[in-house]
């Protein structure tokens, strides 16, 4: 195994982080994919944490900066998300670079997500759930499933050799009072203070301006995870669905 430092863009800055290469072929187990920068943390931080507890190599690609916000920018995005970053424990992370607020699914933004996949060769990745109320988030899911597609074609000018992800999951880091059916949850009762403290990174977006007294927009989260952990007899839980069926070669995993 070998270490390469390489540079990466957290929300249009440059930040190091540090890329973990077991040979040339495929270098991300899993790749987060996230409308904006903290949407991996909120959505999955638990399982990021429990993802590379167990050896995996794991990679988020934010696709805009998520600025402006009342009380954020550029510079502090970045930092905030240097700092998340560092706290997950994430083997790589980029920033697409796309336009926050105006996300479309073109050509174009095919293309570049689709050379991402064919260098990252991530077997799974995960996706914001397809229905939302934010119109960014609904974009990047349409946006992934189209890139996943092409980046498994042949006799193009992409960069990179065909290559398709496996798996496409969907996590939920949605803008909308949905009732969910998630297709599994995942325990993430040894992470969520981890997770927690991810999310807290992000003063900028979920601390400053919102209410101080208990519950915070943090303790909300808090109740969400323990309202899904109760459903499935843990202390905190990690929703997830996907389009596709999922297959499971043994029943060790399920709880
Ligand atoms: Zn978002």
Redesign the pocket.
């Known amino acids: 195994m070998r270490e390469n430092r390489i540079s990466g863009r957290a929300a249009g800055a440059n930040i190091d982080v540090v890329a973990i290469f077991d040979g040339d072929s495929v270098m991300l187990d899993i790749l987060v994919i996230?409308?904006?920068p903290?949407?991996a943390e909120l959505g999955m931080g638990g399982a990021i944490l429990k993802f590379k507890a167990a050896g995996l190599r794991v990679g988020v690609l934010d696709l805009t900066s998520?600025e402006p916000t009342p009380y954020g920018s550029l510079e502090i995005r970045a930092r905030e998300t240097a700092a998340a970053t560092a706290v997950l424990g994430l083997d790589w992370r980029d920033n697409l670079g796309l336009p926050n607020r105006s996300l479309e699914p073109t050509l174009a933004a095919r293309e570049q997500l689709a050379v991402v996949f064919r260098q990252q060769r991530p077997r799974w990745l995960f996706a914001?759930y397809w229905i939302d109320a934010?119109p960014?988030?609904v974009a990047a899911t349409q946006l992934i499933e189209a890139a996943r597609f092409w980046a498994k074609l042949s006799n193009t000018k992409m960069a990179g050799e065909p290559y398709h992800p496996e798996r496409i999951y969907n996590y939920y880091?949605v803008?909308l009072k949905l009732a969910l059916q998630p297709a599994f949850i995942l325990d993430i009762s040894d992470e969520w203070e981890k997770k927690r403290a991810a999310i807290e990174c992000y003063q900028s977006q979920f601390v400053t301006g919102r209410p101080v007294e208990p519950p915070t927009f943090v303790d909300s989260l808090r109740d969400e995870a323990a309202s899904w952990g109760k459903t499935i007899g843990t202390k905190y839980g990690e929703p997830f669905t996907s389009r596709e069926p999922l297959g499971l070669s043994t029943m060790a995993g399920l709880v």
């Open positions: 996230a409308p904006h903290d949407d998520g914001p934010h960014d988030h880091c803008h």
